[in-house]
């Protein structure tokens, strides 16, 4: 009776011993898949801090502070595909690649394009890559789109933070609209201004001042005057936003983060008609005061005709 006693409880303390081992390397086996999941978790994590920006620059030029203090520099392609390695750029246009994305650095600078006293680190469309003279008219239509966001700015002596153009229209000059009216270089007015203005989205554009001017007369830069300028009701602030810009014959609308919008279609739009135009993004930045710095990050920029 001892006997069997004894071999039953030896019996259960195996049964106990075998329990107890596969739960052991059920755990164990559990804490290396944990570690493994941890692992890869980790990895992925890792992989996601680098990032690039999701803009093409084929059919971009840039234009930066630095330069001779006569002319500023100006980077096409196919030089401006190195911008990530080039020492003379990189303090002006470089990736941010923890968050993907093209910083625009400016500051107040001697070097400056013509008919302005503001530096830009700002990109020129090229319909043509690393040509300049070919350029689209409302007629043929555009539309430009980017995602961005206004990285540092400094502020004013009034503590209000200085203002940037983050996105252009300009008007450009034939050669023989150029040479008609005695001029020496191609320039026509901006239609399109977006600034980023105290954390608001401000647009400027312009309005012809004689609406009975000729065709020659309207070719004069003095021939057209700013409008007085529309806030979206939004406050972008810091925070990344998306901006949009479609032309059309006589029409122009911007939109802002996909759900507000500014129509703009008048006798102005029409009659600005007559001029070539380029698009513009980047950072243009509206100060002159000592020590005054921006940086405007962009993440993806397409333009489209």
Request: glycine share 6%; hydrophobic share 30%; net charge positive.
């Amino acid at each position: 009776m001892r006997l069997k006693l004894n071999i039953t409880i030896l019996l259960v303390l195996i049964s106990v011993f075998s329990a107890n081992c596969q739960v052991t390397k059920t755990s164990e086996n559990n804490s290396v898949e944990v570690s493994s999941k941890k692992k890869k978790k980790k990895k992925k994590k890792k992989k996601k801090k680098f990032k690039l920006p999701d803009i093409d620059l084929t059919h971009w030029k840039v234009t930066t502070p630095a330069g001779d203090g006569k002319k500023p520099q100006e980077v096409s392609p196919p030089e401006i595909f190195d911008y990530a390695t080039n020492k003379d750029l990189m303090p002006y246009m470089y990736n941010d690649s923890t968050r993907g994305a093209i910083v625009f650095s400016a500051y107040p600078s001697k070097a400056t394009t013509k008919n302005t006293k503001y530096s830009r680190s700002e990109l020129r469309e090229q319909m043509v890559s690393g040509e300049n003279n070919v350029n689209w008219t409302f007629k043929q239509g555009g539309k430009m789109k980017g995602k961005l966001a206004i990285d540092e700015v400094s502020r004013d002596k009034d503590g209000k933070y200085h203002r940037i153009i983050i996105m252009q229209i300009h008007g450009r000059l034939t050669n023989e609209q150029k040479e008609l009216i005695g001029e020496d270089d191609n320039n026509a007015p901006p239609m399109l201004k977006i600034y980023w203005d105290k954390g608001k989205i401000r647009v400027k554009t312009k309005v012809l001042k004689n609406l009975n001017a000729t065709y020659e007369e309207m070719l004069h830069e003095d021939a057209w005057g700013n409008d007085e300028g529309f806030n979206f009701e939004q406050k972008v602030d810091f925070r990344k936003f998306t901006l949009e810009v479609q032309v059309s014959e006589g029409k122009m609308v911007i939109i802002l983060n996909d759900n507000e919008y500014k129509v703009y279609e008048n006798i102005h739009m029409r009659k600005w008609g007559i001029f070539e135009n380029y698009f513009k993004a980047g950072n243009y930045f509206q100060t002159r005061d000592e020590g005054a710095f921006a940086k405007v990050r962009y993440y993806e920029l397409e333009v489209s005709h």
